[in-house]
């Protein structure tokens, strides 16, 4: 299984709750920010106690609650009686989760009756709203118009999602899930060395049809194409992840085309180049598909083996690498020998400017990986670790190389 990253690792967050039956999400979402390296201050409105108790949130946190503007224990180490502006000069961010449509009104109007709501005017980090509420009240004009002053102000909204709610209706206003909202905070605190580029990676497997039920494949699990979309996401980039077959779930934020055999990622590829500023090309692409695939299920009625005649595919990374004005091509090898030969070789033959090299029997399907870098520069080697880890850091090696490009 894979270890939990500490993605979090020494940010102090501020967890506001108001007044939600969504409340109850915010003790899982407690316990995945600690997972992942954070301290958690919890902060509650009156109305949230009607929710879920301070005792709960307490446990779960490890450190006292506060509810009141009035509480006169030591709050961030001082005695000052100054909750609402102690608590947040110790934070990283405040997040508020639930959000509830009177919050959000009150943050509008700068409105501070209670401790949280002083708390966030008072604050001099980012504030994070996750909003929650019935689909009629958010879609009513009034907190339509709240929301975006809310983001005209700096406030960053998360969600809210889209489904069944607690009072039984379906709709827009129910609150992420702990774990999306765990992946949004993640995302905010990521430099954002991308922003506003458009990235395309191809990851996966490539599935050729032999007959409806057969077909051809290989053992690329995905995997790194897919940390490598959602690092770019979480670097500020609008990301097209183009996709074989694999069992993973999409990164956040990423647009996802799946596709099937190397012609239809061909043509998924270049639908999108046009607007792409960076294409990694990631998949395993099947280098032959069978000609002629059956329409009907083959039989061994007759006990002899079937004959299968095969035609090359197209190779997608060296077709977007000779584009007249291609995007910042980013090519991938999987050896089990000569790396460092066979890389270099391929990145000359596939003219792209940067090609990471691994080691089939290292890579594939691992969550862990070991990278060679190889362009113009030279080689450079990548620690074996984490593939979201690596794929990070291969971020911004390809910001680098943009700011150049
Ligand atoms: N690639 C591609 N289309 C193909 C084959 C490969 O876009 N039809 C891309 C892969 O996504 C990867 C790079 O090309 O970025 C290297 O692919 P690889 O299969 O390792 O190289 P080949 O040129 O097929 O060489 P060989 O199989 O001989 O190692």
Redesign the pocket.
């Known amino acids: 299984m894979a270890t939990t990253l500490r993605d979090l690792d020494g940010k102090h967050l501020v967890l506001g709750l108001t007044g939600g039956i969504a409340a109850y999400k915010a003790a899982e979402l407690t316990r995945r920010l600690q997972d992942h390296g954070a301290t958690v201050q919890i902060v509650m409105t009156e109305a949230a106690t009607h929710f879920i108790t301070p005792v709960t949130m307490q446990a779960l946190s490890g450190r006292p609650v506060f509810t009141s503007q009035w509480d006169d224990r030591s709050a961030g180490g001082i005695s000052n009686n100054m909750a609402h502006i102690n608590l947040s000069r110790e934070a990283d961010a405040i997040v508020v989760a639930p959000a509830s449509a009177d919050f959000m009104a009150k943050l509008v109007h700068g409105r501070c009756d209670d401790l949280l709501s002083t708390l966030c005017i008072a604050r001099a980090c980012p504030l994070l709203l996750a909003p929650a509420m019935n689909r009629e009240m958010w879609a009513n004009p009034a907190t339509q118009r709240n929301v975006v002053q809310l983001r005209a102000d700096g406030i960053t909204l998360l969600g809210p999602a889209s489904g069944d709610q607690a009072c039984g209706e379906i709709g827009d206003g129910r609150m992420l899930e702990a774990h999306e909202i765990l992946s949004e905070l993640i995302t905010f605190f990521q430099p954002k060395l991308l922003q506003g580029k458009q990235v395309l990676v191809?990851a996966g497997p490539t599935f050729e049809p032999i007959d409806p039920v057969r077909g051809i494949t290989n053992l690329s699990s995905g995997k790194m194409g897919y940390a490598i979309a959602q690092a770019a996401h979480e670097a500020g980039a609008r990301v097209t992840l183009v996709s074989g077959p694999t069992a993973l779930a999409p990164p956040r934020g990423v647009s996802l085309i799946k596709v099937q055999t190397?012609q239809q990622?061909?043509a998924a590829v270049m639908a999108e180049v046009g607007q792409t500023d960076v294409f990694v090309?990631?998949?395993?692409?099947?280098?032959w598909a069978v000609r002629n695939p059956l329409t009907q299920k083959i039989k061994k009625d007759d006990g002899a083996p079937p004959r299968l005649d095969f035609l090359a595919?197209?190779?997608?990374?060296?077709?977007?690498a000779n584009l007249a004005s291609p995007p910042y091509c980013?090519?991938?090898?999987?050896?089990t020998n000569d790396l460092d030969q066979?890389a270099e070789t391929?990145r000359q033959?596939?003219n792209v400017p940067l090609?990471i090299g691994n080691l089939a029997q290292n890579a594939l399907g691992a969550d862990e990986n070991e990278l060679m870098l190889y362009s113009d520069a030279g080689i450079t080697r990548l620690a074996r670790a984490d593939k979201l880890v690596l794929a990070r850091q291969l971020v911004a090696v390809i910001a680098q190389a943009l700011s150049k490009h």
């Open positions: 191809t190397a990622m061909l090309s990631v998949a395993a692409v099947a280098d595919n197209p190779d997608i990374l060296a077709s977007v980013v090519g991938f090898a999987a050896e066979n391929k033959k596939k090609l």
